[in-house]
């Protein structure tokens, strides 16, 4: 007898109850992740990083008996000490020191249990980013970061005809001709040369005659092994071979800018490390290389590394087309746009210098959005304000964006706003294909 059991669910298990509870953890884990992000340095986020999740989001609910409480009946070995009709004290709940959640009391601790483990880079990553992608302008860019060429390859005994070699195919044919002892085409005009001469010269003596008999029969023999030995047989050819190879992938370079004059506080230059975290890791998993070229500016620009980019206490007036400038020559004499995409990301408060307003303009139409992929700005600002007009930088890049689309804008107060208006970026191209 077979039995199938087509019951959708376990014994004891419900499937539903278990697919929340997986959403549930997964979702842990993702916060988990983000919280600890927020915590590294730029280039070290996502190595070897160890989060913890509540125990409690890996509970399964399920009914089951619950022996510290209730009325129940139950049947046990038989002693010398207890006879039928006696009762029993009830066992006291855990009395524990550790930090877990028993219905007794303890002397220490009063959080909950948790479960800690370390995530590889990739899984890191993967969670942090798992419900984000490129603009779909990078993606049509960048849809596949390793392109493949065709390389030689050596010799296959397949191919196409255009690709056959004839050189090697050749000696291939006469290698196996000599080999199998192909009779010579001048060898059988010979034979057929002297056939003819002793049919011609008769009466023929009986010496003749077998001759000519020898000769007839050696001449059947011949053509024989010249059908059955071809000039060329299939076995001989050779074409060349041509196999698929990585060609060196896309590189990507991404600027980062930011403005350190005396208007930008210190909360306000941590969310733009943390919107420059998110953008770095992102874009580290598409590219094989990745280069980040640190700007900071006030009245005028420099390039730097990391420390001083997010640690120098560097003051003063706020001059954006100092930055923006420096920022195209270095791309234009270390990043040529046939071999690298090219990245921006912005972070001011939105206060600039009228009278540099026209060559920020300038600068953005002419020279720097027609080589970048994607340019972000992000202007931050104190939270609190109810009202706040438009800053000037915001107004002029505000006209560029409505007609370039390489160019997003967006607008973050506090830290928890960072990943939603980094999600907001990086989604928005394919929300607008949606509502297309």
Request: glycine residues 8%; aromatic residues 8%; neutral net charge.
């Amino acid at each position: 007898m077979e039995i199938i059991d087509r019951r959708p669910n376990p014994h004891g298990k419900n499937t539903e109850n278990r697919q929340r509870v997986l959403t549930r953890a997964r979702q842990a884990i993702q916060s988990a992740v983000r919280n600890a992000a927020a915590q590294g340095r730029i280039r070290e986020i996502g190595q070897d990083s160890a989060v913890s999740i509540p125990a409690d989001v890996l509970h399964e609910p399920s009914f089951h008996r619950h022996f510290s409480a209730g009325a129940r009946h139950i049947v046990l070995s038989g002693n010398k000490e207890f006879v039928k009709g006696d009762r029993l004290r009830r066992p006291p709940g855990g009395e524990g020191e550790g930090a877990g959640e028993g219905s007794g009391a303890g002397d220490q601790g009063g959080g909950e249990d948790s479960y800690r483990f370390v995530l590889s880079r990739e899984e890191f990553l993967d969670l942090f980013f798992d419900d984000l992608e490129l603009p779909d302008l990078v993606k049509r860019e960048i849809a596949s970061t390793t392109t493949l060429a065709t390389s030689r390859s050596g010799l296959t005994s397949d191919g196409s005809p255009s690709q056959i070699d004839l050189g090697r195919t050749m000696r291939r044919s006469m290698g196996r001709r000599i080999g199998l002892k192909r009779p010579k085409p001048q060898e059988l005009l010979d034979l057929e040369a002297e056939i003819a001469a002793l049919e011609e010269a008769r009466p023929l003596s009986d010496e003749q005659f077998v001759r000519l008999q020898g000769l007839r029969d050696e001449r059947d023999l011949l053509r024989q092994r010249l059908a059955r030995i071809p000039w060329v047989d299939p076995v001989d050819l050779r074409y060349r071979r041509f196999t698929p190879v990585p060609k060196p992938t896309p590189q990507a370079v991404i600027f980062c800018i930011m403005d350190v004059s005396g208007s930008m506080t210190e909360k306000m230059k941590e969310l733009g490390k943390q919107f420059f975290l998110l953008l770095h890791v992102f874009l580290e998993k598409r590219y094989e290389k990745l280069e980040i070229v640190f700007v900071r500016h006030a009245e005028t620009a420099e390039e730097v590394d990391e420390d001083v980019f997010f640690t120098d206490p560097r003051t003063g007036g706020t001059v954006v087309s100092t930055a923006l400038e420096l920022m195209h020559q270095i791309q234009a004499e270390r990043y040529p746009t046939d071999k690298w995409n090219i990245y921006v990301a912005q972070v001011s408060d939105g206060d600039n210098i009228s009278s540099d307003m026209n060559k920020v303009n300038r600068l953005m139409i002419e020279a720097i959005l027609p080589v970048v992929q994607y340019f972000a700005y992000v202007e931050v600002s104190m939270g609190g304000a109810l009202l706040r007009s438009e800053t000037d930088l915001w107004r002029g890049y505000k006209n560029i964006a409505d007609s370039t689309p390489q160019l997003a804008m967006r607008q973050v107060q506090d830290r928890r706003d960072i990943f939603p208006v980094f999600r907001d970026l990086f989604a928005r191209r394919a929300a607008e294909r949606a509502g297309e």
